[in-house]
């Protein structure tokens, strides 16, 4: 569905041009170009945004919500890949190489896409070609949070893996309070442990010993607050 509004021509600039790092340093004649061949679509929580084998239509940048990026496991378990939010994309793949998605996208909550259609986008290369450069550099950064994950599941203990994990939520969506860092989840219990390659247990109990030990505290279901981030730290090392 496309977006007439006023209120989604601002979101235009303010997330899915200025607040994407492969368009962050574009000139404002070359900003201009991008917001017209954006298409914006809506997407309920649950609601499946691609499924794996499918060819994408363009490139997804995430304007508001959040997204999982996921495959399911020989044994059909979820193992979550990637999870994306405001500012970051999706598809870049399919644009360079047409090649078919290899994961299934979901929207975790209620999730707003702006989407620049194949054609377009490749035209825009041809006009703004310091955009390949940027897209390669975001694409190593994705690599490394791979390498990175598989390096946690392969040589790191349980524990180490859900530290590792808390801090990279705090990082991502965090905000900073007086006493410590108010962590707004992305993920329930189950996700994380499908995010890490644990069980649901495992996470539940280690969560309860952080906030015994006074590192965390739990705020309901969907939050918690690190008080004691360098003793997180320490218990990923």
Known sequence: MSCQSKSCEKCHHNICT????IFSDLEQNEMTKVTELIITRKYARGEMIVMEGNQLEG???IHSGRVKAFRYTQEAKEQILYLFSEGDFFGEKNLLR???????????????????????FHELLKEVPSINYKIMDQL?????HLESLIQNMGTRDMEARISAILLEFAEKYGSKQKDGILVSMPLSREGIANYIGVTRETISRKLSRLQEDGIIELVGNKKLKILDLSALEQDFI
């Not at 200025?18 to 790092?21: A, E, Q």
């Not at 996208?105 to 259609?117: D, S, Y």
Request: aromatic fraction near 8%; include cysteine; proline fraction near 9%.
């Open 98 to 120: 047409k090649q078919p998605v290899t994961y299934h996208a979901e929207a975790l909550e209620e999730t707003q896409i702006c989407v620049i259609p194949h054609h377009s």
């Open 18 to 21: 200025y607040r994407v790092p």
């Open 140 to 144: 190593c950064i994705r690599i490394e």
């Open 59 to 61: 490139l997804y940048i």
